[in-house]
């Protein structure tokens, strides 16, 4: 059996530029937007969307390029978070919310910021799960401790060579990162979901990489010269990834959200699925802000 979140409708719905996203809504009350990371779908969000959707609507989608949602050729802007992020208000709008609150991790996260950054008065309060800007996790990349995002510079290649390579091993490939980023295994038929839905996507996968390395930077850059910060509440929740990756991670991220609180924690990199108790007490605390 496909998992899926309990009580929860899943359909497709139209976003930007003529692609329909995959999306599970449930629940009813002020709605907030779940993102997931790489390399998941919405369905990483199942035991925290449940105990939210008690005083919440929730709205969790499959980004495009992954899950069960559309996977459009890339032409450059394509997997921008610029393009990914208008996705998203879109869906909101097309179910009947001008304002939400939003929360991403991973790369969800990133397209979170974006929105949050180009949608001020539509984004509410914003969550970011376990990674840096666009902008500075390319600064903070130095040295051995860069070894952790050998896969960003893979991807950042030039269409061909990444696509060829993880095609041959996709498995591996993916699995390399269930695996080793968790500090609690995911489970069996969730695993099993996540690289079958991988399988199906490497080249829009690469294609949201590859923006990060190039697009994303560019409007992150941008928004740094013009002062552009992140206007609502914001949360960071983060690993401890050792003193050269994570130094100085809470003025880097002072910069983008006056109104912060940044908190580390233990658990693995897939926090929703290690710890939803921890996720769910943040995200309300960060709504009642």
């Not at 510079?153 to 030039?158: E, I, V």
């Not at 992150?220 to 949360?235: F, I, T």
Request: aromatic share 8%; with cysteine.
């Amino acid at each position: 059996m496909t998992p899926q979140i309990p009580g929860f409708e899943v359909t497709r719905i139209p976003a930007t530029e003529g692609i329909h996203l995959n999306v599970a809504v449930g629940g009813t009350g002020t709605p907030i937007v779940l993102l997931h990371g790489f390399p998941q779908t919405h369905v990483c969000w199942r035991e925290v969307a449940v105990q939210l959707a008690r005083t919440n609507t929730v709205i969790a989608p499959d980004l495009r390029g992954y899950g069960d949602s559309d996977k459009p050729e890339d032409s450059g802007t394509t997997y921008s978070k610029r393009t990914m992020a208008a996705d998203i208000v879109a869906v909101a709008q097309h179910l009947g919310f001008e304002k939400f609150a939003l929360a991403g991790h991973d790369r969800g996260a990133l397209v979170a910021i974006r929105a949050g950054l180009d949608h001020p008065d539509v984004i509410t309060h914003l969550a970011s799960l376990d990674v840096f800007t666009t902008l500075d996790t390319w600064d903070v990349m130095a040295g051995r401790a860069a070894a952790v995002g050998w896969h960003l510079y893979l991807m950042a290649q030039p269409p061909g060579l990444p696509e060829t390579m993880i095609n041959a091993v996709p498995d591996e490939f993916f699995g390399h990162f269930l695996d080793g980023w968790a500090k609690t295994p995911v489970p069996t038929d969730v695993r099993n979901l996540y690289l079958k839905k991988s399988r199906e996507a490497v080249g829009s996968i690469v294609a949201d990489y590859r923006a990060s390395a190039g697009i994303d930077v560019e409007h992150d850059e941008a928004d740094r010269a013009q002062g552009n910060r992140l206007k609502m509440p914001v949360l960071v929740l983060q690993q401890d990834w050792g003193p050269q990756m994570t130094g100085h991670a809470v003025q880097r991220w002072q910069h983008w959200a006056p109104d912060l609180e940044h908190r580390t924690v233990t658990c693995g990199h897939f926090m929703a699925e290690e710890d939803p108790e921890l996720i769910v007490q943040a995200l309300r605390d960060l709504l009642a802000r």
